[in-house]
C-alpha cells in the first residue's frame, strides 16, 4: 500500500526566511503528487501537483516542489516565508492511473516568527 | 461559483447518539469523497461516490459508520452510536470526474465532538 510521510511535525520560520518541508512516499511507480495547505477553520487548498514531465513545479502563492525519484521525495519551498504562510501543510499522493483517492501524509505545522 | 459547502459546522453529540453530516459538492462535479481529520492521524478515507456507481467504502472503519448520496448531489454520512473515538473533522471533497488527475476542492469540514 502506498504511504506519504512527512517527517517534522512542527517547522518554525522566521518571516522573511526561506521555507522547505519535507514529504517522501513509498510506492511502487511515480504516483501522482500534491501538497494542500490548511489555514486554522478552513478546508484543505490545493498548492501545486505533480503529474509527469517537469521536476520542479510551480504553484500558487510562491511556492514550488521539486520530485526526485531517486529519493522518492516532493519537498516543498518557498523562498521567503511570509506571516499569512503560518498554517498546516499535507502532502499526498494518488495512483498515477484511473480511479484513486489521496493518501496523505500527517502534516506539518507551520510557524512564522516576526 | 460556489465551493464545497458543510453542515453542521460544528456538531457536540453525547456517547451513544446518532449524528448525520451534510455535504453539498460543487454543482457538476460526478464524484464526491468523504476524508475524517484526527489529532495525530492526519486525514484519513472514509468512502468515495461517482455518479450512479456503487460507492467505495473502503475506508469506513466500522459498520456504524454509512453514508449516501441522493441524485447524485448532497451527500450524508451518518454515524449511528457514536463513540468518542469518533471525535474528528470530517471532510467532504468533491472533484469533476472521478480519475486521480482532477482536483479534488475540500468543504470547511465539520467538527464532532463525542462527550
Known amino acids: 500500500a502506498q504511504s506519504v510521510t512527512q517527517p517534522d511535525i512542527h517547522i518554525t520560520v522566521s518571516e522573511g526566511a526561506s521555507l522547505e518541508l519535507r514529504c517522501n512516499y513509498s510506492y511502487g511507480a511515480t504516483p501522482y503528487l500534491f501538497w494542500y495547505v490548511q489555514s486554522p477553520g478552513q478546508g484543505l487548498q490545493l498548492l501545486l501537483k505533480y503529474f509527469s514531465g517537469d521536476t520542479l513545479v510551480q504553484g500558487i502563492k510562491g511556492f514550488e516542489a521539486e520530485f526526485k525519484r531517486s529519493q522518492s521525495s516532493f519537498n516543498l519551498r518557498k523562498p521567503s516565508v511570509h506571516w499569512s504562510d503560518a498554517a498546516e501543510y499535507f502532502c499526498?499522493?494518488?495512483?498515477?492511473?484511473?480511479?484513486?483517492?489521496?493518501?496523505f501524509g500527517k502534516g506539518t505545522m507551520l510557524l512564522v516568527s516576526p | 461559483g460556489a465551493g464545497v459547502s458543510q453542515s453542521p459546522s460544528n456538531k457536540v453529540t453525547e456517547k451513544g447518539k446518532d449524528v448525520e453530516l451534510r455535504c453539498d459538492p460543487i454543482?457538476?462535479?460526478?464524484?464526491l469523497y468523504w476524508y475524517r481529520q484526527s489529532l495525530g492521524q492526519g486525514l484519513e478515507f472514509l468512502i468515495y461516490f461517482q455518479g450512479n456507481s456503487a460507492p467505495d467504502k473502503s475506508g469506513l472503519p466500522s459498520d456504524r459508520f454509512s453514508a449516501e448520496r441522493t441524485g447524485g448531489s448532497v451527500s450524508t454520512l451518518t454515524i449511528q452510536r457514536t463513540q468518542q473515538e469518533d471525535s474528528a473533522v470530517y471532510l467532504c471533497?468533491?472533484?469533476?470526474?472521478?480519475?486521480?488527475?482532477?482536483?479534488?476542492?475540500f468543504g470547511p469540514g465539520t467538527r464532532l465532538t463525542v462527550t
Open positions: 471533497a468533491s472533484s469533476l470526474a472521478p480519475m486521480s488527475s482532477y482536483e479534488q476542492y
Open positions: 454543482s457538476g462535479h460526478t464524484a
Open positions: 499526498a499522493v494518488a495512483l498515477n492511473s484511473g480511479y484513486s483517492t489521496l493518501t
